[in-house]
């Protein structure tokens, strides 16, 4: 597929701008411009460095789009009948495609939603019992609820529970 640089006054189309004029699937436009020699122009795609690439986007040349169009439409060009949107097994493909996006899309939210539902972090079922650390005397009965308990502290098993909120940690009361 030739590429072509900046021009001055060429028109240029998008990738879903030159589908919808082809009939044809957006996820096949490259394939079928590179068969009918298309002229492109190609931006982004740079280095992101850690979080990967940027995506690729390719702009076509109206001219050559107008010219691919009536060549699709008169039957001069073989495209298969999946990449076509006018076809049954092109609508086929195409909804097959979306229903495995959302799904994924789907499957994503509840593995996030599940993960913290299971891990405690949102709700609490009425019959388990509230955590309660060892030793702290305090207990948590949800996300950011957080109680003293009633019971009394025994300063003879728990040394730090006479120390006062202003004394460092070894001045402990015999």
């Known amino acids: 597929m030739p590429e ?10 998008t990738g ?3 589908a919808g004029r082809w009939r044809i699937r957006t996820d096949h436009v ?10 492109h122009r190609t931006f982004g795609g740079g ?4 979080y990967g690439a940027a995506p690729t986007f390719h702009d076509y040349q109206q001219e050559d789009v107008e010219r691919t169009a009536a060549d699709l439409a008169e039957g001069r060009v073989e495209v298969p009948a999946a990449w076509r949107v ?3 097994e092109g609508r086929r493909a195409e909804w097959w495609s979306r229903f495995w996006s959302k799904l994924g899309c789907v499957a994503l939210t ?12 949102w709700g609490r079922s009425s019959t388990t019992p509230p955590r309660t650390d060892p030793g702290s005397g305090f207990r948590h009965d949800g996300p950011g609820i957080v109680r003293r308990d ?3 502290l025994d300063p003879r098993r728990d040394p ?11 001045a402990v009361r015999r």
């Open 47 to 50: 280095s992101r460095g850690t």
């Open 30 to 39: 490259r394939q079928v411009a590179s068969r009918t020699g298309v002229r």
């Open 160 to 170: 730090a529970a006479v120390r006062g909120p202003n004394r460092p940690p070894d």
């Open 16 to 18: 879903t701008e030159t």
């Open 86 to 88: 006018d076809t049954p």
């Open 4 to 13: 072509q640089p900046d021009g001055g006054e060429q028109q240029w189309l």
């Open 110 to 121: 509840v593995v996030a939603l599940g993960g913290g539902w299971c891990s405690g972090r």
């Open 150 to 152: 009633r019971q009394r």
